[in-house]
T-cell receptor, first 116, second 115 residues
């Protein structure tokens, strides 16, 4: 069965610290997509990144970077030099490529608090 | 601008009443979804629809109903049979085009409180 585990429920850091959010997934499919979403206090989920199962190249976007490792079924998210505006709940999610239009499987989320 | 709208943002109802949450998208997406979010629980799928006039139950469909009469609209009715209706409800949509990665785009959500 598909499953996404975000073991860190809450993380608190001070501004400018680096922080890594962990995500471990389970799936029987060989083709799948992984996602990260950000949910600020306003409530709306904001799409951050998608990664397909055939592309293990790490990605960097500004202060954000993602480390995808199929060997350990992990898709971790690192924020470099964190800022107060990064405070939010972050969700990791999984979908199987061969099931178009089906739902994402979400982890329970990690609440990140960045203090100044 | 293209996007997903949900209204209202806050909704209050008395126990025993049915209530309908609206979701409209102008992204020309075929698939639409309803999720429920409870504190510490992440998002759980209620219903989803891949095309007009068709929809499937998700993990927690009991006490909910939906319709998909138009591509743009996917309203969710929370019935009196739903035992714990107070929650944050999120609507999403995605494309079903070939070679798409199917990321879902979310609306701003409706926070329903039933007393």
């Amino acid at each position: 069965a598909q499953k996404v585990t975000q073991a860190q429920t809450e993380i608190s850091v001070v501004e400018k610290e680096d922080v890594t959010l962990d995500c471990v997934y389970e799936t029987r499919d060989t083709t799948y997509y992984l996602f990260w979403y950000k949910q600020p206090p306003s409530g709306e989920l904001v799409f951050l990144i998608r990664r397909n199962s055939f592309d293990e190249q790490n990605e960097i976007s500004g202060r954000y970077s993602w480390n995808f490792q199929k060997s350990t079924s992990s898709f971790n998210f690192t924020i470099t030099a964190s800022q107060v505006v990064d405070s939010a709940v972050y969700f990791c999610a999984l979908s199987e490529r061969n099931q178009a239009g089906t739902a994402l499987i979400f982890g329970k989320g990690t609440t990140l608090s960045v203090s100044s | 601008d293209g996007g997903i709208t949900q209204s209202p943002k806050y909704l209050f109802r008395k126990e025993g009443q049915n209530v309908t949450l609206s979701c409209e998208q102008n992204l020309n997406h075929d698939a639409m979804y309803w999720y429920r979010q409870d504190p510490g629980q992440g998002l759980r799928l209620i219903y989803y629809s891949q095309i007009v006039n068709d929809f499937q139950k998700g993990d927690i469909a009991e006490g909910y109903s939906v319709s998909r009469e138009k591509k743009e609209s996917f309203p969710l009715t929370v019935t009196s049979a739903q035992k714990n209706p107070t929650a944050f409800y999120l609507c999403a949509s995605s494309t079903r085009r070939a070679r798409s990665s199917y990321e879902q785009y979310f609306g701003p959500g409706t926070r329903l409180t039933v007393t």
